[in-house]
């Protein structure tokens, strides 16, 4: 659609051209990789380059990778029979598979007693809360993490990790658990004994293409420091929501926070007006995950962290990416900041 700009990177990101051309010359590949004769065998050698490529990108270069629909299917997978705690403010995909009952701090931290039964996040897709990994984690969600700051699965000390292909331009449908070597698995999906027979299924190569040419390019994009100039966007955008001394509350401001990720409160104004309103203007925001199937709801993980009903129904999130401009965040700023107060003046 002409003239719209793309704020809503946590929730997907627009797909590289690497991944695209990846993809389409994966297309022209016949063999199933599971086949045993060459063109089988040509399938199966580059879904196994893919798959290094991937871990050489997530720093897990002696580490299993078995290939998923994505981070939820991954979750299922990786939690299964394990019995893992975790906090509200995980992912949905991590909250559903996990007894949920650790503390969270008003900041967005986590306190982990026993990291060996413990799934946690690298970082919060609605606040871009960063967290502090303990060593001997069960379970690591990289998805947001991955590809925005240097993280690395060898690092972590976790036994498991989870990342998803869209989150770094790559293609929907796609995503990886990370084992640690020893680390065994209960297959969810039984069948044909694909994926060392923790994911039976033929293998997406088209997708998994797609999934490796984005890792790399998405290391690259780090290495080039692109990251970097993102955060110093965010930081122009938040100077100029912050500029007229309103009630907006910048939620993790004083944390360590993913370089792309703004979350802001303006009391009494409802998250999921501000995602219409913006929506008409022509941005493209969210009130929150976008794993709620274009629900909108009140934010669970500022609950968590101390905000009352009205203020966790009242978040906005915008969330940039390598493409975001200096000029598109302002004119954003501009455009929110006349519809709050066109709010104000009718809620006065």
Partial sequence: MAGRTYLDWNATAPLRPEARDAMVAAMDVVGNPSSVHAEGRAAKAMMEKARAQILSAMGADDCDLVFVSGATEGAALACAGRALHCAEIEHDAV???????????????VTVTDPA???????????GILQTLPEGLALVDFTQAFGKIPVAFSWSGAQMGLISAHK????????????????????QITGGGQEMGWRSGTENLIGIMGFAAAAQAAQQDLSDGLWDEVAE???????????????TIFVGKDSDRLPNTLN??????????????????????????????GKVRTSRVLAAM????????????VSLGPRVTEDEV????????????????RAA
């Fill in 95 to 109: 909250l559903g598979q996990c007894t949920v009952d650790l503390p969270v701090n008003a900041r967005g931290h």
């Fill in 117 to 127: 039964k413990t799934a946690l996040q690298a970082a919060n897709s609605e606040t």
């Fill in 168 to 187: 770094i331009g790559g293609p929907k449908g796609i995503g990886a658990v990370i084992l640690r070597r020893g680390v065994d698995l209960s297959a």
């Fill in 233 to 247: 966007i965010r930081k122009i955008l938040e100077l100029a929501l912050h500029s007229d001394g309103q009630q």
């Fill in 264 to 293: 802001i409160v303006n009391p009494g104004w409802k998250g999921e007006t501000q995602v219409m309103q913006m929506d008409l203007a022509g941005f493209a925001v969210s009130a929150g995950s976008a794993c709620s199937s």
């Fill in 306 to 317: 101390g905000f009352d009903a009205v203020d966790a129904g009242s978040a906005l999130r």
């Fill in 330 to 345: 302002l004119r954003f700023a501009e455009a929110w900041i006349k519809a709050r107060d066109r709010h104000a003046a």
